[in-house]
């Protein structure tokens, strides 16, 4: 079975510039998630989807990130303008019916210059 | 906002002593709290999770045990090996939002041999 597969693995961008990232999470599985992940830091949840459906996005700062999951199947996630701190690993996850066990990508490391 | 501690940040132990990991969590909500490992560069993986009508749970050398009353849930390894060595990441639910997870800080666990 395949994994959850993100694109890029890095980018280096300067600030005020944008970027993008992509996930295309297990086949079948419904929800997905994104995740930020800071060096030294636990991951923190900016948006969950289920289907093509926002579940939660409360955490996601609005003002610049933006993400979809238009078919209900991949996913991008988009920073525009970005700042230095949204340097991170920016991790993608989907999970199956009925089961917590969230299954992560391995990650697409933004440098914010 | 809900928020999960985690302690210690940094343990170091001998290669066949035990480790415990210990979490505190705000959200009385959250009925479901999964432990991850993460290995240097690599993905989180799911090593244990345990549910709220679950006072503890054992899978070979690795244990969790949880109390709702107090909102403290806490990973115990026996036995440990070097390739025990990992950061490893308490989670609890969001609520009622499904399975979207809070993560603590981390655990950075050495094993020495």
């Known amino acids: 079975e395949a994994g959850v597969a993100q694109s890029p693995r890095y980018k280096i961008i300067e600030k005020r510039q944008s970027v993008a990232f992509w996930c295309n999470p297990i086949?079948?599985?419904?929800?997905l998630y994104w995740y930020q992940q800071i060096l030294g830091q636990g991951p923190k949840l900016l948006i969950q989807?289920?289907?093509?459906?926002?579940?939660?996005d409360s955490q996601l700062p609005k003002d610049r990130f933006s993400a979809e999951r238009l078919k209900g199947v991949d996913s991008t996630l988009k920073i525009q303008p970005a700042k230095l701190e949204d340097s991170a690993v920016y991790l993608c996850?989907?999970?199956?019916?009925?089961?917590?066990?969230?299954?992560f990508g391995e990650g697409s490391r933004l440098t914010v210059l | 906002g809900e928020n999960v501690e985690q302690h210690p940040s940094t343990l170091s132990v001998q290669e066949g002593d035990s480790a415990v990991i210990k979490c505190t969590y705000s959200?009385?909500?959250?009925?479901?709290f999964p432990w991850y490992k993460q290995e240097l560069g690599k993905r989180p993986q799911l090593i244990i999770d345990?549910?709220?009508?679950?006072g503890e749970k054992k899978d070979q050398r690795i244990a969790v045990t949880l109390n709702k009353t107090a909102k403290h849930f806490s990973l115990h390894i026996t036995e440990t090996q070097p390739e025990d060595s990992a950061v490893y990441f308490c989670?609890?639910?969001?609520?009622?939002?499904?399975?979207?997870?809070?993560f603590g800080k981390g655990t950075s666990l050495l094993v020495t041999p």
């Open positions: 996850a989907s999970s199956g019916p009925n089961t917590g066990e969230l299954f």
């Open positions: 086949s079948g599985h419904a929800t």
């Open positions: 989807f289920q289907n093509n459906g926002v579940v939660d």
């Open positions: 959200d009385s909500a959250s009925n479901y």
């Open positions: 345990i549910r709220s009508n679950v």
């Open positions: 989670a609890a639910s969001l609520g009622v939002r499904g399975y979207a997870l809070n």
